[in-house]
């Protein structure tokens, strides 16, 4: 591997970035050393737009295993993280072949059982007594009582999970994504345990289903899964899971970005009040710029010469999505939210076999929700400093304390 | 200590691990990395974060890092097997 793709006196160190804010450094990298081969990870790291598109596109790329390497982990440190493993053989987006078809398929049918049509008054309904709820209080933490209660209760509808499920299962999430990354044995430990509490709630719920004979998305997942496949009820039940967490967690952190963006613009914020119909660009722009999924990672099944640079069949390559949708070469003002931008094509919900399949999904609840925060009778202010998820994968607020503007002392605070 | 961890984890005699190497040339992964300091937080009942081992290139940065700070005592013999 050539030294020569970065600059020898430039140490890019990818865990060092501002969680909080992590586009200097990303625009850094890409102007910089757009198609760099970072020594300590072992891959290539992609910052331009065209060059993140076209490994996304390439169909030929495979996601990483990550279950085996835990499976290897768990080898190495003679632990049993069996749960974990079998929660992270049903991601979607680490899936291949066959399992992916599968998987992807049942999913599919979960998310279009109701339609979009019909959903919309759900979620509105949703939304709306929880943003009315919060609208009488003096403070609230705005990620966790409404960011993520609002995609976590419709996705429990959607399954056909009790609404009392919700809270307890965004519990069981926490952290989950972190087994992506590099963490220490005692969080694999911990997180084994959560996956395994979650695969056991979802099989009882399962199970119960099944037994009442009823028409929802976890009789669906039954069916896809169980009866036509074999597989066991656990398998069902991790599918069934993964479905809860990547609808919670990325669709929450779209719906708090958006109003910690609005909050540090007061102009926006207050046109967007006076106009809520704005919470549809706004949205569109809030994904393109804060990005939920920050890093996806391919391993290139074909030679390649990107940027000058020769890519080697079976190198892992890292593209950085928040980085490529900020890419000056491909969105004109890139760094800035432009509400008149309307709906660009974008890297935010992936692309290819794996592009999202809960794009449609998360754009109607993500405007349903911020429609009801624009039309709360007082606004809204910052109130304390926020809390970032410590993931590489998913960037999101996890505490976003807000209050009443003009309440007590307000202290607007950009939490850096 | 960290290179007796190490030498086991890459089956290697630790005599054969330079301070100095950079990791990646001795094949290091980041789920070795996790192994490592999984293990000498068990012997050693050090907390450390693994992307310890992926953040500083070498055995010599990573005692460096941990000086600067203040996680182990200057005390050379802590690097030695």
């Known amino acids: ?416 | 200590m960290l290179i007796a961890e190490l030498a086991s984890i890459l089956q290697v005699d630790a005599s054969e691990i330079d301070p100095a190497k950079p990791f990646d040339e001795y094949g290091l992964d980041s789920t070795d990395a996790v192994v490592v300091v999984g293990l000498v937080e068990e012997r050693m009942g050090i907390e450390l974060e693994p992307e310890l081992l992926l953040r500083n290139r070498s055995i010599d940065e990573v005692i460096a890092a941990l000086l600067r700070e203040g996680k182990v005592k200057s005390s050379r013999s802590q690097a030695k097997p």
Not at chain 1, 49 to 75: F, H, K, M, N, W
Not at chain 1, 248 to 264: D, G, N, P, Q
């Open chain 1, 1 to 416: 591997m050539s030294s020569t793709a970065s600059p020898s006196n430039t140490k890019f160190d990818l865990f060092d970035h501002d969680l909080a804010d992590p586009y200097p450094y990303y625009d850094h990298l890409r102007s910089t050393a757009p198609v760099f081969w970072e020594p300590a990870l072992r891959l290539w790291v992609l910052t331009r737009y065209e060059d993140v598109r076209a490994v996304l596109y390439d169909e030929t790329a495979d996601p990483i295993d990550i279950a085996s390497s835990i499976a290897v982990l768990g080898r190495k440190t003679k632990r049993d993280f069996g749960a974990l493993i079998k929660l992270v053989e049903a991601i979607l987006f680490f899936q291949r072949g066959e399992r992916h078809k599968r998987d992807r398929r049942s999913l599919g049918r979960v998310l279009t059982r109701i339609p979009l049509s019909e959903l919309e008054p759900i979620i509105d309904a949703i939304a709306g007594s929880l943003a009315a709820e919060l609208a009488a209080r003096e403070r609230f933490d705005f990620a966790r009582e409404y960011a993520e209660m609002v995609p976590a209760l419709v996705i429990s509808h959607i399954l056909g999970l009790p609404a009392t499920d919700a809270r307890p299962l965004v519990e069981l999430s926490a952290d989950l994504t972190r087994a992506f990354d590099v963490v220490p044995i005692s969080l694999f430990t911990k997180l084994n345990r959560q996956a395994a509490a979650g695969i056991d709630r979802l099989v009882d719920r399962i199970t119960q289903a099944v037994a009442e004979k009823r028409n929802d998305g976890l009789t669906l997942i039954h069916e896809e899964v169980v009866q036509s496949e074999k597989a066991d009820l656990e398998e069902a039940a991790a599918l069934a899971f993964f479905a809860f967490i990547v609808a919670m967690e990325t669709t929450s952190a779209l719906i708090a970005s958006c109003v910690h963006r609005l909050l540090r613009d007061p102009d926006l914020y207050r046109s967007a009040r006076e106009n809520p119909a704005l919470a549809e660009p706004i949205v569109a722009e809030v994904t393109r710029l804060e990005c939920p999924v920050q890093r996806v990672v391919r391993i290139a099944r074909r030679a390649a010469s990107i940027g000058g640079q020769e890519i080697k069949e079976g190198d892992r390559i890292l593209l950085l999505l928040g980085a490529a949708n900020r890419d000056p070469a491909a969105f004109a003002r890139s760094q800035e939210l432009d509400a008149s931008r309307g709906e660009v094509e974008n890297v935010a919900f992936g692309g290819g076999k794996h592009f999202c399949l809960g794009t449609s999904l998360a754009r109607l609840e993500a405007r349903v929700a911020l429609g009801h925060i624009l039309r709360m009778p007082h606004a809204l202010c910052l109130a304390g400093p926020q809390n970032w998820y410590a993931a590489k994968t998913i960037r999101r607020i996890t505490s976003l304390p807000v209050q009443r503007a003009g309440a007590g002392e307000s202290q607007p605070n950009d939490g850096k």
